[in-house]
């Protein structure tokens, strides 16, 4: 009885191996794409020609399937292509900004900086003594004296 | 600061100036002979704002100065700031003696032009 029972069981076993060998073998078969685009995974196949004889409904749902599934390969085939492109793109222009920033850098680096400090002083402070509130209080012959210092007839 | 920044200070500053005669009279000396534009339009409005005889006097009688002055900018400069007065009898009234008294043809008109202004505009 055992022996029966486990050549059964042994004979379901191949029957099984052999029918994986088989899907393994189809899938195989199908990766091969007629139009040369080659992808990871499993190529869906439609048919893209009408039927002979109509099909059940169970059918036409699935192969509705399969041309959605289709669609949805190409659409993600086409996505790739546009995102290498952009991507090619995004980099050349990160390459130029690259460049241009070490050019900046070298010409940074034989550029002499000078300060004025002075005229920085007096945009960041300005002169208090010429606020009109402190020159209010001046007398007005202070003021006489001021004016005239800065007409250009006084400087020549 | 600049220079005219500065000037521009010190006639604001002779503006407000406690002082008013001397003031008065450091703007009419130095500031309504400047060769600047700028300077005299500023010193005209000063005299103007001052609204006293005096300051008025230099502005609306004197040749070349305030409305009579030959810059076209600071005539209308001062004839706004008289249009903005808020008591103008004192300016009418210098007026009105100026187109019956004044010696000079071109100021009398002037002095008529802007009298009738003002009486427009108040």
Do not use: C
Request: net charge positive; aromatic share 4%; charged share 25%.
């Amino acid at each position: 009885m055992q022996i029966g029972k486990l050549s059964l069981h042994t004979a379901k076993a191949a029957q099984r191996t052999t029918a994986s060998n088989n899907a393994a073998a189809n899938t195989n078969k199908l990766s091969t794409n007629p139009f040369g685009v080659s992808f990871k995974g499993n190529v869906l196949q439609a048919d893209v020609f009408e039927a002979a004889k109509k099909s059940s409904i169970g059918q036409n749902i699935t192969e509705r399937g399969k041309l959605f599934a289709s669609a949805v390969v190409s659409g993600i085939n086409n996505f790739n292509e546009a995102f290498k492109s952009r991507m090619n793109s995004i980099v050349s222009f990160g390459k130029k900004i690259t460049t241009s920033v070490f050019d900046t850098i070298e010409k940074i680096g034989n550029t002499e900086i000078s300060l004025d400090m002075s005229g920085i002083k007096n945009k960041l402070f300005p002169d208090k003594q010429y606020s009109v509130k402190n020159l209010a209080n001046k007398s007005v012959d202070e003021l006489r004296t001021l004016w005239e210092g800065l007409t250009p007839a006084a400087a020549v | 600061m600049e220079n005219n920044k500065k000037i521009r200070n010190i006639i604001q500053a002779l503006g407000e100036h406690k002082d008013a005669q001397a003031a008065i009279d450091l703007l009419t000396e130095l500031g309504t002979n400047s060769p600047d534009d700028e300077i005299r339009e500023l010193t005209a409005q000063a005299l103007i704002k001052k609204n006293t005889h005096d300051s008025l006097k230099v502005v609306l009688i004197s040749k070349g100065k305030g409305i009579n002055d030959l810059s076209a900018r600071v005539a209308m400069a001062s004839i706004n700031e008289l249009l903005s007065l808020k008591d103008k009898t004192e300016a009418i009234k210098i007026l009105d003696d100026t187109i019956k008294m004044h010696s000079e043809e071109d100021v009398r008109n002037t002095a008529r032009s802007v009298r009738a202004l003002m009486t427009f505009s108040s």
